[in-house]
Protein backbone atom coordinates (compact mmCIF):
# COMPACT_ATOMS: atom_id res chain seq x y z
CA UNK A 1 0.00 0.00 0.00
CA UNK A 2 2.95 2.96 1.31
CA UNK A 3 4.63 1.87 -2.44
CA UNK A 4 1.55 3.30 -4.47
CA UNK A 5 1.32 5.89 -2.44
CA UNK A 6 4.88 6.71 -2.95
CA UNK A 7 4.25 6.16 -6.80
CA UNK A 8 0.97 8.91 -7.16
CA UNK A 9 3.21 11.42 -4.86
CA UNK A 10 6.09 11.43 -7.05
CA UNK A 11 4.47 11.87 -10.35
CA UNK A 12 2.42 14.87 -8.62
CA UNK A 13 5.73 16.42 -7.12
CA UNK A 14 7.02 16.04 -11.03
CA UNK A 15 4.20 17.46 -12.73
CA UNK A 16 4.16 20.59 -10.04
CA UNK A 17 8.04 20.74 -10.63
CA UNK A 18 7.03 20.81 -14.89
CA UNK A 19 4.46 23.53 -13.94
CA UNK A 20 6.99 25.40 -12.19
CA UNK A 21 9.52 25.85 -14.79
CA UNK A 22 6.91 26.59 -17.20
CA UNK A 23 5.58 29.56 -15.16
CA UNK A 24 8.83 30.90 -13.09
CA UNK A 25 9.39 34.13 -14.21
CA UNK A 26 13.54 33.92 -14.31
CA UNK A 27 15.94 31.45 -14.60
CA UNK A 28 16.81 31.29 -10.79
CA UNK A 29 13.32 30.65 -9.98
CA UNK A 30 12.93 27.86 -12.20
CA UNK A 31 16.05 26.04 -11.09
CA UNK A 32 14.70 26.37 -7.40
CA UNK A 33 11.48 24.68 -8.99
CA UNK A 34 13.18 21.63 -11.03
CA UNK A 35 16.07 20.99 -8.23
CA UNK A 36 13.05 19.96 -5.21
CA UNK A 37 10.34 18.86 -7.16
CA UNK A 38 13.22 16.81 -9.85
CA UNK A 39 15.04 15.28 -6.95
CA UNK A 40 12.40 14.55 -4.60
CA UNK A 41 10.00 12.87 -6.83
CA UNK A 42 12.53 10.77 -8.40
CA UNK A 43 13.42 9.44 -5.14
CA UNK A 44 10.12 8.88 -4.08
CA UNK A 45 9.53 6.72 -7.84
CA UNK A 46 12.40 4.80 -7.61
CA UNK A 47 11.96 3.73 -4.07
CA UNK A 48 8.19 2.54 -4.85
CA UNK A 49 9.56 0.90 -7.87
CA UNK A 50 12.06 -0.81 -5.85
CA UNK A 51 9.27 -1.66 -3.26
CA UNK A 52 6.95 -3.28 -6.08
CA UNK A 53 9.07 -5.33 -8.81
CA UNK A 54 9.18 -8.56 -7.69
CA UNK A 55 13.20 -8.46 -8.19
CA UNK A 56 16.29 -10.78 -6.70
CA UNK A 57 18.00 -8.13 -4.09
CA UNK A 58 20.70 -7.26 -6.26
CA UNK A 59 18.31 -5.81 -8.31
CA UNK A 60 16.70 -3.10 -5.93
CA UNK A 61 20.03 -2.66 -4.41
CA UNK A 62 20.79 -1.19 -7.72
CA UNK A 63 17.75 0.64 -7.99
CA UNK A 64 18.78 2.55 -4.63
CA UNK A 65 22.33 3.18 -5.89
CA UNK A 66 20.22 5.18 -8.72
CA UNK A 67 18.56 6.78 -6.31
CA UNK A 68 21.80 7.70 -4.55
CA UNK A 69 23.10 8.90 -7.67
CA UNK A 70 20.11 11.26 -8.72
CA UNK A 71 20.48 12.69 -5.24
CA UNK A 72 24.20 13.64 -5.32
CA UNK A 73 24.46 14.64 -8.86
CA UNK A 74 20.91 16.73 -9.57
CA UNK A 75 21.59 19.37 -6.74
CA UNK A 76 25.22 19.70 -8.14
CA UNK A 77 23.92 20.18 -11.36
CA UNK A 78 21.51 22.88 -10.82
CA UNK A 79 24.26 24.47 -8.21
CA UNK A 80 27.01 24.88 -11.18
CA UNK A 81 24.46 26.14 -13.77
CA UNK A 82 23.18 29.26 -11.11
CA UNK A 83 26.84 29.88 -10.73
CA UNK A 84 27.31 29.76 -14.66
CA UNK A 85 24.25 32.04 -15.47
CA UNK A 86 25.22 34.43 -12.88
CA UNK A 87 28.56 34.82 -13.70
CA UNK A 88 27.47 35.40 -17.29
CA UNK A 89 25.46 38.06 -16.60
CA UNK A 90 21.61 37.18 -16.16
CA UNK A 91 20.26 39.07 -13.71
CA UNK A 92 17.49 37.61 -11.21
CA UNK A 93 13.68 39.96 -12.11
CA UNK A 94 13.08 40.04 -8.40
CA UNK A 95 14.00 42.51 -5.93
CA UNK A 96 14.40 41.31 -2.08
CA UNK A 97 14.50 44.46 0.05
CA UNK A 98 12.90 42.67 3.93
CA UNK A 99 13.82 46.12 5.45
CA UNK A 100 11.99 48.39 2.87
CA UNK A 101 9.23 46.04 3.62
CA UNK A 102 9.30 45.85 7.08
CA UNK A 103 9.73 49.79 8.05
CA UNK A 104 7.74 51.47 5.17
CA UNK B 1 3.35 -8.03 -17.20
CA UNK B 2 5.09 -7.77 -20.94
CA UNK B 3 3.15 -5.13 -22.21
CA UNK B 4 0.09 -5.93 -23.43
CA UNK B 5 -1.32 -4.42 -19.70
CA UNK B 6 0.53 -1.48 -19.96
CA UNK B 7 -2.71 0.82 -18.67
CA UNK B 8 -3.72 -1.57 -16.27
CA UNK B 9 -0.07 -1.24 -14.24
CA UNK B 10 0.32 1.92 -11.85
CA UNK B 11 3.81 1.69 -13.59
CA UNK B 12 2.73 2.13 -16.62
CA UNK B 13 0.94 5.21 -15.45
CA UNK B 14 3.41 6.68 -14.31
CA UNK B 15 5.43 6.22 -17.53
CA UNK B 16 2.77 8.03 -19.20
CA UNK B 17 2.69 11.02 -16.50
CA UNK B 18 6.72 11.45 -17.02
CA UNK B 19 6.45 11.20 -21.30
CA UNK B 20 3.39 13.94 -20.69
CA UNK B 21 5.59 16.10 -18.47
CA UNK B 22 8.72 16.01 -20.47
CA UNK B 23 6.71 16.83 -23.48
CA UNK B 24 5.69 19.93 -21.77
CA UNK B 25 8.90 21.23 -20.68
CA UNK B 26 10.19 21.01 -24.48
CA UNK B 27 8.18 24.21 -24.71
CA UNK B 28 10.54 25.91 -22.59
CA UNK B 29 13.87 24.18 -24.22
CA UNK B 30 12.55 25.35 -27.42
CA UNK B 31 11.59 29.09 -26.52
CA UNK B 32 14.05 29.82 -23.26
CA UNK B 33 14.72 33.45 -23.09
CA UNK B 34 18.12 33.22 -22.38
CA UNK B 35 20.62 29.58 -22.83
CA UNK B 36 20.46 28.61 -19.00
CA UNK B 37 16.61 28.67 -18.86
CA UNK B 38 17.31 25.63 -22.04
CA UNK B 39 19.65 23.85 -19.85
CA UNK B 40 17.82 23.75 -16.66
CA UNK B 41 14.79 22.51 -18.92
CA UNK B 42 17.11 19.68 -20.63
CA UNK B 43 18.36 18.83 -17.11
CA UNK B 44 14.86 17.61 -15.80
CA UNK B 45 13.80 16.11 -19.11
CA UNK B 46 17.39 13.75 -18.38
CA UNK B 47 16.42 13.40 -15.57
CA UNK B 48 12.70 12.33 -16.07
CA UNK B 49 13.65 9.71 -18.57
CA UNK B 50 16.08 8.16 -16.45
CA UNK B 51 13.30 7.60 -14.31
CA UNK B 52 11.18 6.15 -17.05
CA UNK B 53 13.67 3.77 -17.89
CA UNK B 54 14.20 2.55 -14.42
CA UNK B 55 10.48 2.12 -14.56
CA UNK B 56 10.73 0.37 -18.09
CA UNK B 57 13.25 -2.33 -16.22
CA UNK B 58 10.82 -3.09 -13.83
CA UNK B 59 7.72 -3.11 -16.02
CA UNK B 60 9.19 -5.14 -18.48
CA UNK B 61 11.35 -7.29 -15.95
CA UNK B 62 14.51 -6.48 -18.63
CA UNK B 63 16.81 -5.40 -15.03
CA UNK B 64 20.18 -4.58 -17.68
CA UNK B 65 18.01 -1.27 -17.90
CA UNK B 66 18.63 0.01 -14.55
CA UNK B 67 22.47 0.22 -15.87
CA UNK B 68 21.88 2.36 -18.84
CA UNK B 69 19.96 4.48 -16.34
CA UNK B 70 22.55 4.91 -13.81
CA UNK B 71 25.55 5.27 -16.89
CA UNK B 72 22.57 8.31 -18.84
CA UNK B 73 22.22 10.20 -14.86
CA UNK B 74 26.71 10.38 -14.70
CA UNK B 75 26.69 11.29 -18.54
CA UNK B 76 23.75 14.12 -17.28
CA UNK B 77 26.44 15.04 -14.73
CA UNK B 78 29.10 15.71 -16.93
CA UNK B 79 27.63 17.81 -19.01
CA UNK B 80 25.70 20.03 -16.58
CA UNK B 81 28.98 20.57 -15.40
CA UNK B 82 30.68 21.41 -19.16
CA UNK B 83 27.86 23.63 -19.94
CA UNK B 84 28.40 25.80 -16.79
CA UNK B 85 32.34 25.92 -16.73
CA UNK B 86 31.18 27.17 -20.87
CA UNK B 87 28.77 29.55 -19.77
CA UNK B 88 31.36 31.20 -16.43
CA UNK B 89 34.17 32.59 -19.43
CA UNK B 90 31.61 32.96 -21.42
CA UNK B 91 28.96 36.42 -22.87
CA UNK B 92 25.56 37.01 -22.36
CA UNK B 93 24.57 36.19 -25.85
CA UNK B 94 22.22 33.71 -26.94
Not at chain 1, 23 to 31: A, G, H, N, Q
Request: net charge neutral; proline share 5%.
Amino acid sequence: MIEYVLLLLGAAIMVLGALGILRFPDVYTRLHASTKCDTGGAMSILIATALIIPAPTMVKIKLLVLTFLIVMINPMVSHAIARGAHKSGVKPKGEVDMYARDNP
Amino acid sequence: MAGEDFLVDPLGWTILVLLATSIILFYRVLTGPTMPDRIVGLNTITTKVVVVIALMAGFLEEYFLIDLAIVLIMVNAVGGLILAKHFERGKKDD
